[in-house]
C-alpha cells in the first residue's frame, strides 16, 4: 500500500505522544529518527517526494573557475570543425563564462606536421609569424618529420575577446589550414607541451581543468607513426594531468580504438570521449560536453 507523506504523520504522531508518555524522550527520538528513514527511503521511489530529494552535489561544481585549453589538429581535413568552432564560439565561450561564475581563462593551441625542410604556408603570415616565440613549438628529433606546435592563445583572465580574435584567424586568408603528412597528426607532442611544461601558460591551483583535443586522426609523435612509442606517451600525460588534475576530452571522428582514447582518456581520471563526431555540428557537441561535467 502507497502511503504519502500526511499519511505517515497521521500514524506516527500519536504514537510519538504515547511513547512519549510511557518510556520517556529517549525513545521518542529514536522513533523520530526511523520516521526521517522511513521518510526519506519512500521517497527514493515515490515521485510525490521529489521535493524532498538532495540536489546533486556537483552541479556548481564549475564556480570554482575553468580553466579550458582547446588544441586543435591544423591539418587539411579539419577545415570543416574549425568552420563550425569559429561560427558557434560566442556560444562556447559564454557557456564556459556561465558554467565558471565569470571564473575562467582561456587557452587555444594547434598542431601540424611536414617533411622536413619544408614549412606550412602559414609560417610567413601575420598571424604566426607575429606570435612570440614562446607560443611557437618546431619539432626537428625525427630526420623526416617536422611537427609545428603553436599556442595561438595563451591562458589569461577573462580572455573571451582575445580568444576568439585569435580562434577567427585560423582557416582564413590571413592563416592557410596546414597540410600533415600521412594519417597520425601530433597532438601528444601538443598536450605533453602543455601539461608538463606550461607551454600554453600556468593552471590554476583549485579550478576546473579541462584540456580538449580535436582531431580527426590517432596521435603519431615525432615520427608520423601511431606505435607503441606514442602509447607510452599518452599514459605518460594522462599520469601527469592526474597529478596536476586537468581531465583530457577527446573529440575525434575515428572510431573506437584510437590511441588517444585506449591510451589517455581511459587512463585519465574525470575525461571524457565523444567518438564518430560530426564535424559539422562540433560546437554544438562542446557545449553538451561542457554542461555534463559542471553540471552531471
Known amino acids: 500500500m502507497k502511503m504519502n507523506i500526511s499519511t505517515y504523520m497521521k500514524i506516527f504522531i ?10 520517556g524522550t529517549r525513545i521518542l527520538l529514536s522513533f523520530f529518527a526511523l520516521l526521517v528513514i522511513l521518510l ?39 577545415s570543416d570543425a574549425i568552420d563550425n568552432i569559429k561560427y558557434s564560439v560566442n556560444s562556447i565561450v559564454n557557456n564556459i563564462a556561465l558554467k565558471s561564475g565569470g571564473d575562467y581563462q582561456l587557452a587555444l593551441g594547434i598542431f601540424d606536421e611536414y617533411p622536413t625542410e619544408t614549412y606550412p604556408l602559414y609560417f610567413v603570415q601575420s598571424p604566426y609569424a ?8 618546431i619539432v626537428t628529433t625525427n630526420p623526416f618529420r617536422t611537427q609545428y606546435l603553436t ?19 585560423l582557416n582564413s586568408m590571413d592563416m592557410f589550414m596546414g597540410s600533415g603528412v600521412s594519417y597520425p597528426e601530433p597532438g601528444g607532442l601538443l598536450a605533453y607541451e602543455v601539461v608538463k611544461k606550461d607551454f600554453a601558460g600556468l593552471w590554476r591551483s583549485g579550478k576546473k581543468k579541462y584540456c580538449f583535443i580535436i582531431t580527426d586522426a590517432p596521435d603519431g609523435g615525432d ?5 607503441a612509442t606514442d602509447d607510452l606517451l599518452l599514459q605518460n600525460i594522462a599520469s601527469i594531468a592526474d597529478t ?50 559542471c553540471d552531471d
Open 151 to 169: 599556442i595561438m592563445e595563451k591562458f589569461s583572465s577573462y580572455n573571451k575577446t582575445s580568444f576568439i580574435n585569435q580562434l577567427n584567424k
Open 14 to 23: 500519536p504514537s510519538f505522544q504515547r511513547m512519549k508518555k510511557l518510556k
Open 40 to 78: 526519506f527511503s519512500k521517497c527514493s521511489k515515490e515521485p510525490t517526494c521529489e521535493s524532498l530529494q538532495v540536489e546533486n552535489s556537483d552541479s556548481t561544481a564549475c564556480l570554482v573557475g575553468m580553466d579550458v585549453a582547446f588544441l586543435i589538429d591544423y591539418t587539411g581535413s579539419m
Open 130 to 137: 607575429s606570435l612570440p616565440s614562446s607560443s611557437k613549438k
Open 223 to 227: 615520427d608520423d607513426n601511431a606505435d
Open 244 to 293: 596536476n588534475e586537468i581531465s583530457f576530452i577527446l573529440i575525434t571522428t575515428a572510431s573506437a580504438g584510437i590511441n588517444y582514447e585506449t591510451h589517455l582518456i581511459d587512463n585519465n581520471k574525470g575525461s571524457y570521449k565523444l567518438l564518430n563526431a560530426d564535424f559539422n555540428n562540433v560546437s554544438k557537441d562542446i557545449n553538451l560536453i561542457i554542461n555534463k561535467l
